[in-house]
């Protein structure tokens, strides 16, 4: 079956760095995908929707500036966090949505820990 | 704006016990709707979901749905539930489109005692 595969799925990063984490779907093209945050005992928060070839939407209270996303093929997103502080810390989790009409996939997820 | 609410945040059962999980959306046109499981460590996994049609949904190990529009709720359902079953459960809304674009209902631990 389709599958969303993230990496890393945990990272360490020291305060003031910047991190990547990629989001793929292995097996089909996702023209749409969409990153989350989700903190502990929390549900899931949507942060933005990535769209092949153009600029990400980001929901309201979300700093563009500072989750930069790309998508630049039909198979891989990217979320970037700059200047991370230890807030940043959390479970960033992306979805992809294939062709079939209301099939989402979820990826593992990635643990980011900024120290 | 839409919004998922889960009323129960944290269920203790004990196995072969019923389970009935709730789930109320705000959003008055059409919507999609989603329960999503997440077991200790893993991903999320969709358990089932509606889109239209028959408003009793069966999704994998036993869990079902039912989608009541006049309540605007997709209450989670399972006859007996099984130490298995512990894990996180979310409900999730996709509303006004096939957009891909899900809002999360809080969460509802379940905890099951063998």
């Known amino acids: 079956g389709a599958v969303v595969s993230q990496h890393p799925s945990r990272v360490i990063c020291k305060s003031g760095t910047s991190v990547k984490i990629e989001c793929r779907s292995l097996?089909?093209?996702?023209?749409?995908m969409f990153w989350y945050r989700q903190f502990p005992k929390k549900s899931l928060m949507l942060m933005a929707t990535?769209?092949?070839?153009?600029?990400?939407?980001?929901e309201q209270g979300v700093e563009k500036d500072k989750f930069l996303i790309n998508h630049a093929s039909l198979t891989l997103s990217t979320l970037t966090v700059t200047s991370a502080h230890p807030e940043d810390s959390s479970f960033y989790i992306c979805?992809?949505?294939?062709?079939?009409?209301?099939?989402?996939?979820f990826g593992e997820g990635s643990w980011l820990t900024v120290v | 704006a839409q919004s998922v609410s889960q009323h129960n945040h944290h269920v203790i059962l004990s196995e072969a016990a019923s389970l009935e999980l709730g789930c109320n959306y705000s959003?008055?046109?059409?919507?999609?709707l989603f329960w999503y499981v997440q077991y200790p460590g893993q991903h999320l996994q969709l358990l089932l979901k509606?889109?239209?049609?028959?408003?009793l949904v069966k999704g994998i190990k036993g869990f079902e749905a039912e989608f009541i529009k006049s309540k605007f709720s997709f209450n989670l359902r399972k006859p007996s539930v099984q130490w298995s079953d512990t894990a996180e459960y979310f409900c999730?809304?996709?509303?006004?489109?096939?957009?891909?674009?899900?809002?999360f209902g809080q969460g509802t631990t379940l905890q099951v005692k063998p």
């Open positions: 959003y008055g046109g059409t919507v999609n």
């Open positions: 990535s769209n092949e070839g153009s600029k990400a939407t980001y």
């Open positions: 509606y889109f239209s049609g028959d408003p």
């Open positions: 979805s992809a949505r294939t062709g079939v009409v209301h099939t989402i996939y």
């Open positions: 097996d089909f093209q996702a023209t749409t």
């Open positions: 999730a809304v996709n509303a006004g489109g096939n957009t891909g674009k899900l809002i």
